[in-house]
């Protein structure tokens, strides 16, 4: 198999030897095209690295080792055991197995939910690569199913094709996951994402950790009830709010399954907040990527500010406000000033008690700023002066 051969503009070679995964089209002094395996070499002709080469992207080619490396099964099937090792500890049956660039298999996602993999191919590089992949999890974990959901709309930019459909024997419409000891009933072929917010797991354990037996709770954008069920279990009322009435069932279904029961609404979280009267112990805003482009960076943090802004009277004194982002537009910092605006409006005053990211199965590498997406505040209602 022939490789393509990228030669990057002089100077471009620093951040590939700093661990940066992407080269961007207009990098590139001169190109070699043959297939998707692609070797990098900077401005003298000394070999960097080996990678995946997307045509159309924009991102023409994501890092997958430093120097030359065969890119076969045997290598998929290396990194596919490394990454189920550093996950070991994942206190849930379901977690994300690989995450693309962190993983440095870049345009690869693999949840894991129980025996069976939900995959995700984000680039052209890795969808060319796809079949070996395949066979690599098939050989290393021999899961009961493998579902693709490559349905999102990022593809286009790809040059490729939402895809969504079976590739290794049928998932269960619905099948049953266990996270920190609680159950949740998961629609991986119909639900959003991979079908459950994997990169909660941490959060939901943390906003358990604030709730007290008889708190007033209002889980805003509840999707299939993650934190509803957890505050449902520490003796909350919980009301959810989502628009998705299938994943307000299926938040019910999950109540059920827990032995719990959480009040639902199907309503917009930001219309029911502007007009709610009651009084909250704890809130939790998690709504979501409002930005995935540069562009919208100024609604996400519009909407940080005015879910702040509505939620902070809704709260006691000493009550919990918890917010998430879950879009790389807008940093930690930009959340707390946002916060902070919303707070000064109000003249209510607020300490930020937390921060916390994703979890450990989706690693934030520092090398790649991208890579940290999830962030959320823990804000806590302060006294007034
Ligand atoms: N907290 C959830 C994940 C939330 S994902 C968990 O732990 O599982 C974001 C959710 O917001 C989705 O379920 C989506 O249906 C919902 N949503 C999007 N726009 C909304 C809006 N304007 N009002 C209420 N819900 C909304």
């Not at 939900?118 to 052209?124: D, G, H, Y």
């Not at 690599?136 to 493998?146: C, G, N, R």
């Not at 520490?234 to 109540?255: H, S």
């Given at each position: ?209 604030l709730v007290k037996e008889g708190f007033k709770v209002l ?150 700023p991208e890579s940290l997406y999830l962030k959320c505040l ?8």
């Amino acid at each position: 198999m022939r490789e393509t051969v990228i030669q990057l503009k002089r100077g471009k070679e620093r951040k590939i030897l700093n661990l940066y995964p992407w080269v961007y089209r207009d990098e590139v002094a001169y190109l070699r095209e043959a297939g998707a395996v692609s070797h990098l070499y900077d401005r003298r002709g000394r070999l960097l690295a080996t990678g995946l080469y997307s045509p159309s992207s924009r991102v023409i080619w994501r890092f997958l080792s430093l120097g030359k490396v065969k890119v076969d099964r045997s290598f998929f099937k290396k990194r596919i055991l490394e990454a189920v090792a550093y996950r070991k500890h994942v206190p849930a049956t379901a977690y994300r197995l690989v995450f693309s660039e962190s993983d440095f298999l870049g345009g690869l996602i693999v949840d894991r939910y129980n025996n069976g993999l939900v995959i995700q191919i984000r680039s052209e590089g890795m969808e060319r690569m796809k079949g070996v992949v395949v066979d690599a999890l098939v050989e290393a974990l021999s899961p009961s199913f493998i579902y693709e959901r490559s349905d999102m709309e990022g593809r286009w930019e790809e040059g490729l094709k939402p895809v969504k459909g079976p590739i290794v024997g049928d998932a269960p419409n619905i099948l049953t996951i266990t996270e920190n000891g609680i159950k949740f009933y998961v629609d991986v072929v119909g639900g959003l994402k991979t079908g459950f917010y994997l990169d909660q797991r941490r959060s939901r354990q943390y906003v358990a950790s604030l709730v007290k037996e008889g708190f007033k709770v209002l889980d805003l954008f509840s999707y299939s009830g993650g934190f509803s069920i957890y505050a449902a279990l520490k003796g909350a009322k919980v009301l959810a709010v989502d628009t998705n009435e299938a994943a307000i069932r299926l938040a019910q279904e999950n109540a059920r399954l827990n032995g719990v029961s959480v009040s639902v609404l199907v309503a917009d979280a930001f219309k029911f907040l502007m007009s709610d009267r009651d009084t909250y112990d704890l809130i939790v805003a998690d709504p979501p990527a409002i930005a995935k482009r540069k562009d919208a960076r100024k609604s996400l943090l519009g909407a940080i500010w005015k879910l702040t802004y509505y939620s902070l009277p809704r709260l006691r004194e000493g009550g919990h406000l918890y917010l998430c982002s879950c879009s790389y537009q807008a940093s930690l910092q930009d959340m707390i000033t946002y916060v902070r605006f919303a707070s000064t409006d109000r003249k209510i005053p607020i300490y930020i008690a937390a921060t916390l990211i994703q979890p450990e199965d989706h690693p934030f590498l520092p090398h790649f700023p991208e890579s940290l997406y999830l962030k959320c505040l823990h804000v806590v209602r302060a006294p007034s002066r």
